[in-house]
């Protein structure tokens, strides 16, 4: 853990389990890809910062909460989420790639709350003694949500009421075929799992109440929010 003034460490858990079923989600194809794509991701990202800080509005958060950073990446939402728990709050930036997580430290001069980075996979985060956090962003998390494992293990992490956000790609209605265009080339690009365009946040639902889902870019990707409810995970 680190603040702003130090440089932050790296945690990492004793062993990353295997790769996912080939029929899901494939966390070994996954972990390949983002090693290659970590140099340049902060601008291939860059298009989609409006949707990133609209997502973080959408957990208002406040002082002194605990936010948990699903697939963190290079810490794009870092700084955003730092500023909005304050000093005394903490921010844990959850990442399978260690190349992007070393991105991700470089940024949090920046931060003004703690921040722990763990170096793990999100369907292993109870071997990681993360806290039980008030809030949880999943941001273009597609593989993530497509894995029922990891939305159980990280549902464990979210205390009831606590508010959860996932933003990411999903296919857009049949009228507008250039969006769809561009779900599937960007789906191919950054995920290893097509399954689940059509609703992606619909393995959440079982552990949130009050779901909602705002459709952007001509329905092309989702804004989902919703509270964590008592369903044990």
């Known amino acids: 853990m680190a603040n702003r003034r130090g440089t932050p460490p790296i945690t990492a858990n004793a062993a990353l389990p295997a790769a996912a079923d080939t029929h899901g989600p494939n966390a070994e194809q996954a972990l390949a890809q983002y090693r290659q794509r970590a140099?340049?991701?902060?601008?291939?990202?860059?298009p989609f910062e409006p949707i990133r800080h609209k997502a973080?509005?959408?957990?208002?958060?406040?002082?002194g909460q605990t936010v948990?950073?699903?697939?963190?990446?290079?810490?794009?939402?870092l700084p955003q989420l730092a500023a909005g728990v304050g000093s005394s709050g903490l921010v844990v930036g959850v990442e399978p790639s260690a190349e992007m997580l070393a991105h991700a430290s470089a940024k949090l001069s920046?931060?003004?709350a703690s921040v722990q980075?763990?170096?793990a996979r999100a369907d292993a985060v109870d071997d990681c003694a993360l806290?039980?956090?008030?809030?949880?962003?999943?941001?273009?998390t597609h593989d993530v949500l497509r894995d029922p494992v990891a939305v159980q293990a990280l549902m464990r992490h979210v205390r009831p009421g606590g508010r959860v956000v996932s933003a990411g790609l999903q296919w857009a209605p049949l009228w507008a075929p250039m969006a769809n265009l561009f779900?599937?080339?960007a789906a191919l690009y950054s995920t290893t799992c097509l399954e689940g365009l059509n609703a992606?946040?619909?393995?959440l639902r079982p552990y949130l109440d009050d779901l909602q889902v705002e459709p952007l870019w001509a329905g092309a990707i989702y804004i989902a929010t919703g509270r964590r409810n008592h369903r044990p995970a």
């Not at 806290?131 to 273009?140: E, N, Q, T, Y």
């Open 39 to 46: 140099a340049w991701y902060d601008l291939e990202l860059l």
């Open 56 to 63: 973080v509005e959408r957990l208002a958060l406040s002082a």
């Open 68 to 77: 948990i950073d699903v697939g963190c990446g290079t810490g794009l939402s």
């Open 110 to 112: 920046r931060a003004d």
């Open 117 to 119: 980075l763990v170096l």
């Open 131 to 140: 806290p039980v956090a008030d809030a949880m962003l999943m941001h273009f």
């Open 183 to 185: 779900v599937w080339s």
């Open 200 to 203: 992606p946040w619909d393995s």
